[in-house]
């Protein structure tokens, strides 16, 4: 009733949200309260305050709703003024689960952390700004002492543990069981850090201490081994489902304890231990995948969704588009997965037909980082770059298939015309940077310090293209400024 009793005063002048800002708003825990709030306060903490119409809706489709708001609005100012925080900060503690309880705690606990227990500001907001909110940064002034001084672990690690989901419980737990999972089962603090700053936190903890022992004992896995798993997104659940199923996929299937530690390790966790004890047998007789293919897809961020689309997609993409099967499975066994397989299909016969690129090439793009939004990104602007710019199809691919993808495609189309005419570079030298680990950020440091390594200490513009070309990017060319701006 509340979205449409003030549809055209949200959507029209001067708040002007669009209406998936509306929904998001309505549809959160705030509904007719927040709404009411942003009509009210988006002009006030916009034009009072700095913030942007994306950050009010951030933070008013979150939890804290109306509360969350109005509590930024009076907060503000003593955040930034009196404690140092820039707005950005304050948003985004304001618009995680914490809201009007995790600010005012930063406000009362952010110069107790800093000055009695040496935490900087920054940590303050990593603790406040995830799901563990004011309960999380209470445990921390409580539990620092104790973790730092008796357990010997650093203040950072007590930050990481507290600013992941686990928050407050994660650290109790801590507390509780470093001692007995370091003298019992013989694991490292870091290691045990390592477990309770994932997601898994308290569970996952408690599983370690219950299943190390049968993991390693029957069914012959390390220490490490358990602590990789146990420290991914699978915890607890990804624990017992490699209890389970790991002499079934070992035996009846002919993994190695170390595949399918690798499987269980990554994002994918229970679901995808559970697909490949279901799949492998049809990818392996009916596709003419190996084993070690099986496990390459599901041991990346694919997991399951991306298992099942080499399924239902490997004909289809060898019968009607002429990949291979070692094409299909490079592109499902990197980061794109599912989306990258389904864009593939989608826009490989228009990148073959309308922009003269192979398969090879296609894949290439779709098997790195890039995947889905690195090939819709070379569908666009492979003409512009090609016929404005003066590269080729070739060089396209080139920064598309590697970490940059997207960004520095579009970086690439921005910045191209800046570096060739006010700073001398060819093309050829621009592909060379973006093409490259730096990409985006490659290129606009660049940009930014071209003039000053040359003018000021010497180098000339290979040089520079030379240290940003290569895997160092952004950080090679800025510790370069820094050794050369030395007195010394």
Do not use: M, Y
């Amino acid at each position: 009733e509340a979205v449409h009793a003030w549809r055209n005063a949200l959507t029209g002048a001067p708040l002007n949200l669009t209406p998936d800002q509306v929904v998001a708003i309505a549809s959160n825990i705030g509904g007719k309260q927040a709404l009411e709030t942003v009509q009210r306060l988006l002009p006030v903490l916009c034009e009072q305050h700095g913030l942007t119409p994306d950050q009010v809706v951030a933070i008013a489709s979150n939890s804290g709703g109306k509360p969350a708001l109005e509590t930024v609005q009076r907060l503000l100012p003593v955040l930034c003024e009196q404690h140092g925080l820039t707005p950005d900060q304050v948003v985004a503690i304001a618009s995680n689960n914490g809201g009007k309880p995790a600010l005012e705690t930063v406000q009362r606990l952010l110069p107790v952390l800093c000055e009695q227990h040496g935490l900087t500001p920054d940590q303050v907001v990593a603790i406040a700004s995830h799901d563990g909110g004011k309960p999380a940064l209470e445990t921390v002034q409580r539990l620092l002492p104790v973790l730092c001084e008796q357990h010997g672990l650093t203040r950072a690690q007590v930050v990481a543990i507290a600013s992941n989901g686990g928050g407050k419980q994660a650290l109790e737990t801590v507390q509780r069981l470093l001692p007995v999972l370091r003298q019992a089962h013989g694991l490292t603090p870091a290691q045990v850090v390592a477990i309770a700053s994932h997601d898994g936190g308290k569970q996952a903890l408690e599983t370690v201490q219950q299943l190390l022992p049968v993991l390693c004992e029957q069914h012959g896995l390390t220490p490490a081994q358990v602590v990789a798993i146990a420290s991914n997104i699978g915890g607890k659940q990804a624990l017992e489902t490699v209890q389970r199923l790991l002499p079934v996929l070992c035996e009846q299937h002919g993994l190695t304890p170390d595949q399918v530690v690798a499987i269980a390790s990554n994002s994918g966790g229970k679901p995808a231990l559970e697909t490949v004890q279901r799949l492998l047998p049809v990818l392996c007789e009916q596709h003419g995948l190996t084993p070690d293919q099986v496990v390459a897809i599901a041991s990346n961020n694919g997991g399951k969704p991306a298992l099942e689309t080499v399924q239902r997609l490997l004909p289809v993409l060898c019968e009607q588009h002429g990949l291979t099967p070692d094409q299909v499975v490079a592109i499902a066994s990197h980061d794109g997965g599912k989306q990258a397989l389904e864009t593939v299909q989608r826009l490989l016969p228009v990148l073959r037909q309308a922009h003269g690129l192979t398969p090879a090439q296609v894949v290439a793009i779709a098997s790195n980082n890039g995947g889905k939004p690195a090939l819709e990104t070379v569908q666009r602007l492979l003409p512009v770059l090609c016929e404005q710019h003066g590269l080729t199809p070739d060089q396209v691919v080139a920064i598309a298939s590697n970490i940059g993808g997207k960004q520095a495609l579009e970086t690439v189309q921005r910045l191209l015309p800046v570096l060739c005419e006010q700073h001398g570079l060819t093309p050829d030298q621009v592909v060379a940077i973006a093409s490259n680990i730096g990409g985006k950020q490659a290129l606009e440091t660049v940009q930014r310090l071209l003039p000053v390594l040359c003018e000021q200490h010497g180098l000339t513009p290979d040089q520079v293209v030379a240290i940003a070309s290569n895997g160092g990017g952004k950080p090679a060319l800025e510790s370069t400024f820094a050794q050369l701006s030395r007195p010394d």
